[in-house]
């Protein structure tokens, strides 16, 4: 079996590493830079850079100007913008464009999609609910009536919802069933309060009050919020691996210099053990992503689904539950191994550790998706 990149896929990361190049992650680089760690926006001038190398279309249809390819495309991506710690709203924009292309009527699809690939229009998700642990798709309520939906509710924690034009978003209806609505930043009804993430992101919770939205406006397709669900977990991988495979270089290039008694800290065989262990989760987390972005590419609404034992949603829950305990076992090792130097705030690590701790508990921390690996193995038997 061939487990080799395509070369497109290869050109998109070579697009990213050159894209991402000038990215500083000892800091926030302006005009991101705001009071202390938190930025007041997101990265402008990178945001653009990657529109003009086509890295925002990349998985969007020639007909809307992307380039057609595949979720593992976006994940090699967002792997490079982790590595980097690149403040984009790179995947929500991304998996919401890709879901209005694949989900929504044709009306919202012209609307959308082209002026998104093109970064004019920016969008984000909102996908925690309304307290980060329950449900996403129960914190809002969708009500029909004719040509216009109603939605009311409580969605937290919406990366950079302040600077999204629009926000993609799950509701409930009075049968049970989930739609997804893109709102408009700005709609009457709807306000933002200020929420910081872990990383130093600006997020915000949102309050519906009576919004309304056109029939154009909202996705009904069957499965489409799950599907996006699972495309923002392991999105969330990808930039877990980049996180984590940074730290660990970072790691090896200081035992490498510094020394004690005389010899550096790598020479040791207790450091050496250390590393080594966290060079096996990095591996491991790298497997169960590749496994999880092949089976959305495999699985995907113009593909046949991948017959097999278990469904998507465990791929993707193996691969979270790896990203969520590796990337934290690969920081704190890192911690350890620099002692004082690692709590330094102007030191690269710092700032590492904090997106680590928001990547591990975002959609879900590992306890939550073993859990929901436990049931699917319940209801899907191995044979």
């Known amino acids: ?58 998985t969007l249809d020639p007909r809307y100007g992307g380039a057609g390819l595949d979720p593992i495309a976006l994940c090699l991506v967002l792997r490079e913008a982790g590595r980097v710690l690149a403040r984009v709203p790179l995947l929500e924009h991304c998996a919401a464009a890709l879901t209005v292309q694949h989900h929504g009527g044709a009306e919202l699809r012209q609307a959308v999609a082209a002026g998104a690939g093109r970064g004019e229009r920016v969008l984000t998700v909102a996908a925690h609910g309304r307290t980060g642990h329950d449900p996403a798709e129960l914190a809002v309520r969708a009500d029909h009536d004719g040509a216009t939906w109603t939605l009311d509710g409580v969605q937290t924690a919406v990366p950079w919802a302040q600077s999204a034009d629009d926000v993609l978003l799950p509701a409930h209806t009075d049968t049970g069933r989930t739609v997804l609505a893109l709102v408009p930043r700005g709609q009457e009804g709807m306000t933002l309060e200020e929420q910081t993430s872990t990383s130093g992101e600006r997020y915000a919770r949102l309050r519906l009050e009576a919004v309304r939205v056109t029939r154009r406006e909202v996705i009904t397709a069957d499965g489409a919020w799950e599907r996006l669900r699972l495309l923002l977990t392991t999105g969330t991988c990808a930039l877990a691996l980049g996180v984590g495979s940074a730290v660990l270089d970072l790691t090896s290039g200081y035992t490498s210099k510094r020394e004690q008694f005389g010899f550096p800290l790598a020479t040791f065989q207790a450091v050496a053990v250390q590393t080594a262990d966290r060079y096996i989760d990095l591996r491991a987390m790298e497997a169960t992503l590749w496994q999880a972005a092949w089976r959305l590419s495999a699985d995907g609404p113009d593909t046949p689904a991948v017959r097999s034992g278990l469904p998507l949603a465990a791929d993707v829950a193996v691969a979270k539950i790896w990203a969520a305990e590796g990337v934290r076992r690969v920081v704190q090792t890192a911690q350890h191994l620099h002692g004082g130097f690692g709590a330094v705030t102007d030191y690269a690590l710092h700032r590492y550790h904090a997106w680590a701790k928001q990547l591990e508990l975002s959609l879900g921390p590992a306890a939550a998706h073993e859990e929901a690996l436990g049931e699917l193995l319940a209801t899907h038997p191995l044979s």
């Open 1 to 58: 079996m061939d487990f080799t990149f395509t070369e497109e896929q290869q050109a998109a990361v070579e697009a990213a590493r050159a894209v991402l190049s000038g990215v500083d992650p000892d800091g926030v680089p302006s005009p991101a830079r705001g009071r202390g760690a938190v930025a007041e926006d997101f990265d402008r001038l990178l945001w653009r850079r990657l529109a003009a190398a086509d890295l925002l279309s990349l």
